[in-house]
T-cell receptor, first 117, second 115 residues
Framework: DTGVSQNPRHKITKRGQNVTFRCDPI?????LYWYRQTLGQGPEFLTY????????KSRLLSDRFSAERPKGSFSTLEIQRTEQGDSAMYLC???????????????FGSGTQLSVL | AQSVSQHNHHVILSEAASLELGCNYS??????LFWYVQYPGQHLQLLLK??????LVKGIKGFEAEFIKSKFSFNLRKPSVQWSDTAEYFC?????????????FGSGTRLSIRP
């Protein structure tokens, strides 16, 4: 499978613990997005990268959330001191973006379902 | 800030009925518009996109969408739905730009087709 890969598929943790998710994008894709989705809602933008540079982080995100893409390939999303409200599906998507935003197409992974008890 | 509104949360249709799902966005500049679909148990995938030219765009599986700039709308249509169209549909937008621009999604419309 050469699509976007996310690990783990499911994560159950206790409140207050730290969790880290990994996303492996399609190999030639230069742009990588993280979204969060809860039941009945659309993907909520968290952050995105162009190669290794983090371009924007949602103002809705607290300082407990951090994302990295150290070599411009895979990315990790860490949540520190998890809260029950962090329970959601965390989606990763990648794209091969040209210099302009025109015609950008996202390829999504299956997501990581986080449950905070 | 840009945003996307999908007012129909759940639509239920019988097979062969016509479909129109509403999407409105708020952004005054030039935009790129998308519809993504998520079939049960599958990834989100692109259905169709508009970035310039003919405001009526055609996508996969007989879907089309019309960009009406004056109404800030990009409604999705299909003349005759099938049971296999049961899925969740998301409208999305980003700003047309010479650099990067994040893609923002609406809250989605769940489509249920009665066989």
């Amino acid at each position: 499978d050469t699509g976007v890969s996310q690990n783990p598929r499911h994560k159950i943790t206790k409140r207050g613990q730290n969790v880290t998710f990994r996303c492996d994008p399609i190999s030639e894709h230069n742009r990588l997005y993280w979204y969060r989705q809860t039941l009945g809602q659309g993907p909520e933008f968290l952050t995105y990268f162009q190669n290794e540079a983090q371009l924007e982080k949602s103002r809705l995100l607290s300082d407990r959330f951090s994302a990295e893409r150290p070599k411009g390939s895979f990315s990790t999303l860490e949540i520190q001191r998890t809260e029950q409200g962090d329970s959601a599906m965390y989606l990763c998507a990648s794209s091969l973006a040209q210099s302009r935003t025109t015609n950008e197409k996202l390829f999504f992974g299956s997501g990581t379902q986080l449950s905070v008890l | 800030a840009q945003s996307v509104s999908q007012h129909n949360h759940h639509v239920i249709l019988s097979e062969a009925a016509s479909l129109e799902l509403g999407c409105n966005y708020s952004y005054g500049g030039t935009v790129n518009l998308f519809w993504y679909v998520q079939y049960p148990g599958q990834h989100l995938q692109l259905l169709l996109k508009y970035f310039s030219g003919d405001p009526l765009v055609k996508g996969i599986k007989g879907f089309e969408a019309e960009f009406i700039k004056s109404k800030f709308s990009f409604n999705l249509r299909k003349p005759s739905v099938q049971w296999s169209d049961t899925a969740e549909y998301f409208c999305a937008v980003n700003k047309e730009s010479s650099s990067a621009s994040k893609i923002i999604f609406g809250s989605g419309t769940r489509l249920s087709i009665r066989p």
